[in-house]
């Protein structure tokens, strides 16, 4: 059972799909709809095989499988919610289409210019979103769009004590405008933008909460029911009080960019 208290072990996993479900994300498989839906007014879901960095349990990797006919390879960097990524996608006779490797997004498993289209939620500003873009606009291909939703801060996040409460919950937080410059410095143009409504102050009071919470605290111990009560109670307040928000946009790869010279090591989804 052990007593990993980590933001995405075992016990934060299951916090997490009670709150959320598969979609890992706030705004759930509302939020996935939503950008996909905004990416595919721009082309798209119309490429064979679509790469899900920092995909979770593979919540968004199934809907993408599902709604667009893709093939989708999930990558991210936490084992265990790769594992049951595999067993969902089984579950749901989608295994031959969905396909997740441990890997890290600082360092991506594809060849330079692979990639005809790139997908990421709420997983860029848990690393150093700079080096991130720059490393998906070397697996990208010219003229291949990217769909990110992901956490941004509202004014300069090093103005005040912000940037350490967000820490602590492994997040770094762009303003809006620093998250723009980013992108397009590393070679990417935005096509489509759009902000999400608030998130939700507090997570969803339900009715069997006090039960559900004592089987918790049985299974994965009283350490990690504590440790999942105070990360609740600090991104809560979190969202409430620093007014972080959730971006979706759509971006395309420039086409006159030229990305680092050929890479000796990685896969090439397309195969040439
Ligand atoms: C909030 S979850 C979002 C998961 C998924 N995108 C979804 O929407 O369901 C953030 C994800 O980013 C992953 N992650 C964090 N750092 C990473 C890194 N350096 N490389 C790859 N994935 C990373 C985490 O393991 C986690 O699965």
Do not use: K
């Not at 720059?134 to 010219?142: H, I, K, L, Q, Y």
Request: net charge negative.
């Amino acid at each position: 059972m052990g007593n990993d208290t980590s933001l995405y072990g075992r016990a934060g996993t299951a916090w997490s799909i009670r709150l959320g479900g598969t979609h890992f994300h706030p705004g759930g498989e509302d939020g996935t709809v939503a950008l996909a839906a905004l990416a595919a007014r721009h082309g798209f879901g119309t490429e064979p095989v679509i790469a899900d960095i920092g995909c979770g349990i593979g919540g968004p990797a199934r809907y993408l499988a599902r709604r667009f006919g893709a093939s989708v390879i999930g990558i991210d960097i936490a084992g265990p919610l790769l594992a049951r990524a595999h067993q969902d996608a089984r579950a749901e006779e989608l295994w031959l289409r969905c396909g997740f490797v441990r890997a890290d997004a600082l360092a991506l498993p594809f060849a330079d210019g692979s990639l005809s289209a790139l997908w990421s939620v709420a997983a860029l500003s848990h690393v150093e979103q700079a080096a991130a873009f720059a490393e998906c606009a070397r697996v990208a291909a010219p003229g291949a769009l990217f769909a990110i939703a992901d956490w941004v801060a509202p004014g300069d996040p090093g103005d005040d004590g912000r940037e350490a409460a967000w820490a602590a919950l492994g997040l770094r937080l762009l303003s809006l405008d620093a998250y723009r410059d980013a992108l397009q410095r590393a070679g990417f143009t935005i096509v489509a933008e759009e902000m999400e409504p608030p998130a939700q102050a507090s997570p969803r009071a339900l009715a069997d909460e006090h039960a559900w919470q004592t089987q918790f605290a049985l299974r994965y111990g009283v350490g990690a029911l504590q440790a999942e009560l105070v990360r609740s109670r600090t991104w809560a307040a979190l969202v409430r009080e620093t007014g972080m928000a959730t971006w979706r946009v759509a971006v395309r790869r420039d086409a006159s960019s030229r990305f680092p010279g050929p890479s000796s090591q990685g896969i090439n989804p397309g195969g040439n």
